[in-house]
C-alpha cells in the first residue's frame, strides 16, 4: 500500500514561490504516474499539475507558466515548484494518482497560504 505525505506549504506573499514535496513510501512508485491536487475552502478538489512515469508533465489553466510539477524516483517524491504565486492560489494542496487511476488513501496535504 502507498502512503503519501505532503510538505513544503506555508505562508507566503502574492509573487512569492513555494516548493512542495509529496513523499511516497512502496516500491512501485518509480512506475506510478502521480498528480498535485489542491482545496480552497467551501470548493471541490482541483487537479493542479501530473507528471507521468517517464516525466511528462500536463498543468491546469489557471497555473500553467507558474507552477512546475517533478519527480525523483530515487527519493521517491514528487514536487511542485509553486512560483509567481496569487491569492487565488490558496488551498490545502495534496498529491495522489491522476483522476483516471484509482487513488491511494489521501493524506494530510499541506496548507499553502497567500497573502494580497
Known amino acids: 500500500q502507498v502512503q503519501l505525505v505532503e510538505s513544503g506549504g506555508g505562508l507566503v506573499q502574492a509573487g512569492g514561490s513555494l516548493t512542495l514535496s509529496c513523499a511516497a513510501s512502496?516500491?512501485?512508485?518509480?512506475?506510478?504516474?502521480m498528480g498535485w491536487y489542491r482545496q480552497a475552502p467551501g470548493k471541490q478538489r482541483e487537479l493542479v499539475a501530473t507528471?507521468?512515469?517517464?516525466?511528462?508533465?500536463n498543468y491546469g489553466d489557471s497555473v500553467k507558466g507558474r507552477f512546475t510539477i517533478s519527480r525523483d524516483n530515487g527519493k521517491k517524491t514528487v514536487y511542485l515548484q509553486m512560483n509567481s504565486l496569487r491569492p487565488e492560489d490558496t488551498a490545502v494542496y495534496y498529491c495522489?494518482?491522476?483522476?483516471?487511476?484509482?487513488?491511494?488513501?489521501w493524506g494530510k496535504g499541506t496548507q499553502v497560504t497567500v497573502s494580497s
Open positions: 507528471i507521468t512515469a517517464g516525466g511528462s508533465t
Open positions: 512502496g516500491s512501485i512508485f518509480s512506475i506510478l504516474n
Open positions: 495522489n494518482t491522476p483522476p483516471h487511476l484509482r487513488p491511494y488513501p
